[in-house]
């Protein structure tokens, strides 16, 4: 079905893991006839879960693109992952999204990962409506639901647009309180009839909320509403509307996906409600050749074309797969553009229109529409796409630091090779991913937002690239330095039957302040080391000090000034003071007193305010130190801590089992502190017992 911009709608499904964002992507698709049965994510058979790693874990790892039609209006749905592990998929479909759908569970409330989800949507200024799912579930609370959405919001207002008929095993259906009438279950979407007489007090006093809170966000209805004129629906719907586009309102709806409960009114929500994609003002971007030269493109189809690549998807037999929204212009099957990051020619090839991994293939897309295209050679994730004539780039969100390493090994050499193409293909699916060596211990090391993710991606390996590999907690990337300043002699003198080797040196060696990194001073004066060798007696330096006599780790924070030496004209050479540079670094570290340095990290975890004791306890047992902790509404503390790197491997698991998976937490790189002497001896001993055994 061919339709314009403003006939589309972008929603983003976002929450909490377990609050039935898959289940109302089913509902949704099977309300509107796209399906003709409601998958469910414990049969392994929804439509967005069609990653065999979902549907094994029951849950969604990736963010999936699916559509529908309601009254003539395509809806294009995102369903997104709840697991924080999987954040990384949620930045993305906020950002190309035109209206996030909040669902929050009717019996728990707003939860760890949907306080997230909603402070990143209003840093996007993103509008928003909430969803109280699983109605007919037990010990559910609609206006506990709703009291929790309120304490978490900042800026905003949550009010229901919809009340409940019943709860639990007594929940039948909806009223809407904009045209003020109740949806039964029946068939597809539900039925519309008349509000129960037994109902019209509450509905009446629900309803007079709604107005207040509509009226007091637009000046025109404010003065109809204190000259006591009914607002008629219309001017309801419409001034709703505007207080949801401008983040003032979120309304709040009531339903049970599973049970296709209250579908028909979420529909009709998401198209009177939702902002359609050419109403939410011009995306800015930067002119290609002058990143400080800014570009506005309205959602239009007369504007030149433009898109940003929204996820990367690899298929054994299609290649890559690139979701797409179209920001402007018109993507036209086959046609020829340029990925605005490297100037290359791409081709709009298959162009189609996706259902989960199903792809309908389309002649063309109008700006504010998604779809995707196969085998963009050059274009990623976060990528723009754009008329070679109208060059743009729009800045993709800034993804958090992985949190979490672990060292990978090929179980034989012939996995290595599969093993070297399948992190590639994988780092350009999930930009939460990451992959390299580290220098200092050698490891190849995988990174990603925690160990659920890392094991999914050994599980990608062996699916999809036949590289059969195992994970290895990662060595500790430890750094040495020294505490007291020293001044040694570096002295080689070798002599054979022909030209001798003759460097010598004297350097002091300072400890700089922590990232200090590395400083080298020349002082030699009157020449008594050349010139000409000065550069050789560095590269010895920096070269030894990659090797330090603690655990081998590299030398870190130090100052080395060469301030004296001697040369004879013969034997002298680059090599000799090359040689006579590092000799010079291995006394000193032997003279001067070395500390061992660990890598430090910040922690912030969210959790339930009833179990920050026991986090706290916790992170204290890992020689944590707490900075601070912070209420956020909804009953969810923040808790800041700094923590060594070496007592973080188990932490997501052990995170997950203080808080029965309630919790979440970010990670990243503090900063190298000095590791306790009593840690310290034993560190040493056991590096110094596995080089024994080498």
């Known amino acids: 079905m061919s339709v314009g911009t403003s006939q589309i709608r972008n929603i983003a499904i976002v929450g909490h893991r377990g609050c039935g964002k898959t289940a109302l992507t089913e509902a949704l698709l099977f309300a509107t006839g796209m399906t003709n049965r409601m998958g469910k994510v414990d049969d392994g058979n929804a439509i967005t879960d069609f990653e065999q790693e979902e549907r094994e874990r029951q849950m969604s790892i990736s963010a999936a693109l699916?559509?529908?039609?309601?009254?003539?209006?395509?809806?294009?749905?995102?369903d997104t992952p709840g697991f924080a592990e999987f954040f990384a998929e949620v930045?993305?479909?906020?950002?190309?999204?035109?209206?996030?759908?909040?669902?929050?569970?009717?019996?728990?409330?707003?939860?760890?990962?949907?306080?997230?989800?909603?402070?990143?949507?209003?840093?996007?200024?993103?509008?928003?409506?909430?969803?109280?799912n699983k109605m007919a579930g037990e010990h559910t609370d609609f206006e506990a639901a709703v009291a929790s959405i309120?304490?978490?919001?900042?800026?905003?207002?949550?009010?229901?647009?919809q009340i409940p008929v019943g709860s639990g095993g007594g929940f039948e259906g909806v009223v809407d309180l904009v045209s003020v009438r109740m949806l039964t279950w029946s068939a597809q979407g539900g039925t519309w009839g008349a509000v129960p007489e037994s109902m019209a007090d509450e509905v009446a006093?629900?309803?007079?909320?709604?107005v207040d809170a509509v009226a007091a966000n637009d000046d025109e209805l404010m003065e109809k509403y204190f000259e006591n004129e009914t607002l008629t629906q219309d001017e309801l719907a419409s001034g709703l509307a505007n207080a949801v586009a401008s983040g003032q309102l979120v309304p709040v709806t009531?339903?049970?996906?599973?049970?296709?409960?209250?579908?028909?009114?979420?529909?009709?929500?998401?198209?009177?409600?939702?902002?359609?994609?050419?109403?939410?003002?011009?995306?800015?971007?930067?002119?290609?050749?002058?990143?400080?030269?800014?570009?506005?493109?309205?959602?239009?189809?007369?504007?030149?074309?433009?898109?940003?690549?929204?996820?990367?998807?690899?298929?054994?037999?299609?290649?890559?797969?690139?979701?797409?929204?179209?920001?402007?212009?018109?993507?036209?099957?086959?046609?020829n553009v340029i990925d605005a990051k490297t100037g290359e020619r791409e081709r709009l090839s298959g162009l189609a229109t996706m259902q989960g991994n199903s792809m309908s293939d389309v002649a063309s897309l109008c700006a504010g529409d998604f779809g995707c295209v196969t085998k963009l050679a050059h274009a990623l994730t976060g990528g723009t796409l754009c008329d070679a004539k109208s060059p743009v780039v729009f800045a993709s969100p800034e993804m958090p630091a992985p949190m979490h390493s672990a060292a990978v090994v090929a179980t034989s050499r012939g996995d290595e090779d599969k093993l070297a193409n399948g992190l590639a293909r994988l780092a350009e699916e999930d930009v939460g991913f990451s992959y390299g060596r580290e220098p200092s211990t050698g490891e190849m090391l995988l990174h990603g937002m925690g160990s659920a993710h890392l094991d999914?991606?050994?599980?990608?390996?062996?699916?999809?690239?036949?590289?059969?590999?195992?994970?290895?907690?990662q060595k500790v990337p430890y750094r040495e330095t020294i505490a007291s300043s020293v001044q040694v002699q570096g002295r080689h003198k070798k002599q054979t039957g022909g030209r001798g080797q003759f460097g010598d040196v004297w350097i002091r060696m300072t400890p700089l302040g922590r990232d200090g990194g590395f400083e080298f001073v020349n002082e030699i004066k009157g020449g008594r080391v050349p010139t000409n060798y000065i550069p050789a007696v560095e590269k010895g330096i920096v070269a030894q000090l990659k090797k330090g006599v603690l655990t081998g780790s590299p030398v870190v924070d130090v100052q080395v000034a060469l301030y004296d030496g001697s040369y004879h004209d013969v034997d002298s050479s680059d090599q000799a003071f090359y040689t006579a540079g590092e000799i010079a670094v291995r006394n000193a570290l032997a003279a001067a007193r070395c500390v061992l340095l660990e890598p430090v990290m910040a922690v912030e975890v969210s959790c339930p305010e009833e179990i920050m004791g026991d986090v706290m306890s916790d992170m204290s047992g890992r020689r944590g130190r707490i900075q601070g902790t912070e209420s956020v509404g909804g009953g969810i503390s923040v808790v800041r801590a700094q923590a060594p790197?070496?007592?973080?491997?188990?932490?997501?698991?052990?995170?997950r089992s203080i808080s029965q998976g309630r919790a979440s937490y970010m990670m990243s790189f503090a900063g190298y502190e000095e590791v306790p002497a009593h840690l310290m001896d034993a560190i040493v001993a056991a590096h110094k017992a596995v080089d024994e055994e080498e």
């Open 205 to 210: 006093a629900a309803r007079e909320s709604l």
């Open 645 to 655: 790197l070496a007592e973080m491997a188990t932490y997501a698991a052990d995170l």
């Open 66 to 78: 699916c559509n529908c039609t309601h009254k003539t209006v395509k809806i294009n749905v995102m």
């Open 254 to 335: 009531a339903t049970d996906a599973v049970n296709s409960l209250g579908i028909g009114a979420l529909l009709d929500c998401i198209v009177t409600i939702c902002p359609a994609p050419d109403s939410r003002g011009a995306w800015r971007g930067t002119d290609v050749r002058d990143a400080d030269t800014e570009i506005l493109r309205e959602c239009s189809s007369e504007e030149p074309f433009s898109a940003v690549v929204l996820s990367t998807m690899s298929d054994p037999y299609v290649g890559r797969i690139s979701l797409l929204r179209v920001v402007s212009g018109t993507a036209v099957a086959d046609a």
């Open 150 to 161: 309120n304490e978490m919001l900042s800026g905003a207002e949550a009010v229901p647009v």
């Open 456 to 473: 999914v991606m050994v599980a990608k390996l062996a699916r999809k690239f036949e590289a059969q590999v195992t994970l290895a907690e």
């Open 91 to 132: 930045l993305n479909c906020l950002w190309v999204a035109d209206c996030a759908l909040m669902v929050v569970d009717a019996a728990a409330g707003v939860e760890v990962h949907t306080h997230r989800v909603y402070q990143t949507a209003r840093e996007m200024n993103l509008p928003l409506m909430a969803v109280v």
